[in-house]
T-cell receptor, first 115, second 109 residues
Framework: DTGVSQNPRHKITKRGQNVTFRCDPISEHNRLYWYRQTLGQGPEFLTYFQNEAQLEKSRLLSDRFSAERPKGSFSTLEIQRTEQGDSAMYLC?????????????FGPGTRLTVL | TQLLEQSPQFLSIQEGENLTVYCNSSSVFSSLQWYRQEPGEGPVLLVTVVTGGEVKKLKRLTFQFGDARKDSSLHITAAQPGDTGLYLCAGGDGQNFVFGPGTRLSVLP
């Protein structure tokens, strides 16, 4: 068990650029979640996958945000045309769920700074 | 929309003191979790409570779930500098979790 990993750990970009973050969940975990956390706040749920199916995406912050998990393993979160307000920590979590909710294991996050 | 409030927002105490932090909501949750988060890291699960009135102990930490499953408390006995961190509660509804804003605890030696 190597834990949930996220890359990059830090990303600095200019406003208007596109960015993509990667999350590698714990092997065999079937659920993968994306959260955003701003300073002084708790994580804010964005979307989640059950295997390769994206089951909830209505909470993605705008149509500039999209996520994929093409093979049911790693996932990517893309933000297009970044804005300064997108600056935050982006957290990924994974869990093994069989009916009900399993424990979520969080990665260390990707800190995005938009200049 | 389910919302969780946490109080106090900030707490600074001396090593050895006891403290209680609170998590409140107007919504009923099927489960409630407490996490601790350190700077630059993701949250780490401390406990999950699922039954109204449930009390769980983890060494010096005592967690209680309210009878109506709308609120919870975390009590720390004889706090240590290693307890410093952001304490988050999260309510689950079977599909995903809603996090509170957290209580930032600082334990001074």
């Amino acid at each position: 068990d190597t834990g949930v990993s996220q890359n990059p750990r830090h990303k600095i970009t200019k406003r208007g650029q596109n960015v993509t973050f990667r999350c590698d969940p714990i092997s065999e975990h079937n659920r993968l979640y994306w959260y955003r956390q701003t300073l002084g706040q708790g994580p804010e749920f964005l979307t989640y996958f059950q295997n390769e199916a994206q089951l909830e995406k209505s909470r993605l912050l705008s149509d500039r945000f999209s996520a994929e998990r093409p093979k049911g393993s790693f996932s990517t979160l893309e933000i297009q045309r970044t804005e300064q307000g997108d600056s935050a920590m982006y957290l990924c979590a994974s869990s093994l769920v069989w009916g009900g909710q399993g424990r979520q294991y969080f990665g260390p996050g990707t800190r995005l700074t938009v200049l | 929309t389910q919302l969780l409030e946490q109080s106090p927002q900030f707490l600074s105490i001396q090593e050895g003191e006891n403290l209680t932090v609170y998590c409140n909501s107007s919504s009923v949750f099927s489960s409630l979790q407490w996490y601790r988060q350190e700077p630059g890291e993701g949250p780490v699960l401390l406990v999950t409570v699922v039954t109204g009135g449930e009390v769980k102990k983890l060494k010096r930490l005592t967690f209680q779930f309210g009878d109506a499953r709308k609120d919870s408390s975390l009590h720390i006995t004889a706090a240590q500098p290693g307890d410093t961190g952001l304490y988050l509660c999260a309510g689950g509804d079977g599909q995903n979790f809603v996090f509170g804003p957290g209580t930032r605890l600082s334990v001074l030696p």
